[in-house]
């Protein structure tokens, strides 16, 4: 699908970055922290030897996301980072960025909010889409990129997180198909929904 094509080419941008850096919303929830970290996972995979992306969530606690695998490499410091682009995930408006860099840095604005401001240089957006955690995975499938059991785990939480685990009405046949195919990759649905909600460790994930 064409937006799927353009999306692709822009990604492509970020893979070869010198210095990417990954933003959600403020106050992030486990919807834009499980898409944050699948996303920098797919790019070290399509980049091995080059920087790995910087997921910049200035001053934020991460006690709550302790369950999500990799969440210890999210970068809290308050100091600006390097970047030659910008990756932004589920923030409908650039105000409420999780952190501000130059105004010169590309920007690849990547959300599912129908409200989105289209603020990037490049904007891709489709209110279709539940959740954050949804639209990565549908895009995964449709390049046919297979995730890791870690990447399942973490877009499964956002898709059940942002689905009221299931129970809202943003659940649509195709976020079941994409919840069935983050299952069959190894995400593991009843441990990974009392992580979320019961707050357990990482490794009662595995």
Same mark, same amino acid.
């Given at each position: ?13 970020? +893979? ?26 797919? &790019?070290?995979?399509? %980049? ?60 690849? %604005? ?5 409200? %989105? +401001?289209?603020?990037?240089?490049? %904007? &891709? ?14 895009? &995964? ?15 499964? +939480? ?7 685990? &299931? ?40």
């Amino acid at each position: 699908m064409p937006l799927f094509e353009d999306l692709t080419a822009a990604l492509a941008r970020a +893979t070869a970055a010198h210095a990417l850096v990954i933003l959600v919303h403020t106050d992030p929830d486990a919807d834009a922290i499980g898409a944050a970290l699948a996303m920098r996972s797919y &790019f070290i995979s399509q %980049n091995p030897d080059g920087p790995a992306p910087i997921i910049w969530l200035p001053g934020v606690s991460l006690d709550r996301f302790r369950y999500l695998p990799d969440y210890d490499v999210i970068t809290t410091d308050r100091s600006v980072p390097r970047a030659t682009m910008a990756l932004a995930l589920d923030c409908a408006t650039q105000g409420r960025l999780s952190g501000h860099l130059p105004a010169s840095v590309p920007c690849i %604005n990547w959300d599912h909010h129908s409200d %989105n +401001t289209r603020y990037g240089t490049y %904007n &891709f957006i489709d209110g279709s889409m539940s959740s954050m955690g949804e639209f990565v995975t549908h895009y &995964f499938d449709a390049i046919q990129y297979h995730p890791t059991a870690d990447q399942a785990t973490q877009l499964y +939480t956002a898709l059940v997180y942002d689905t009221g685990r &299931f129970a809202f009405s943003n659940v649509t046949e195709k976020t079941l198909l994409m919840a069935a195919k983050l299952v069959k990759y190894g995400a593991l649905p009843e441990p990974i929904t009392q992580a979320l909600y019961h707050t357990q460790s990482v490794a009662g994930l595995k």
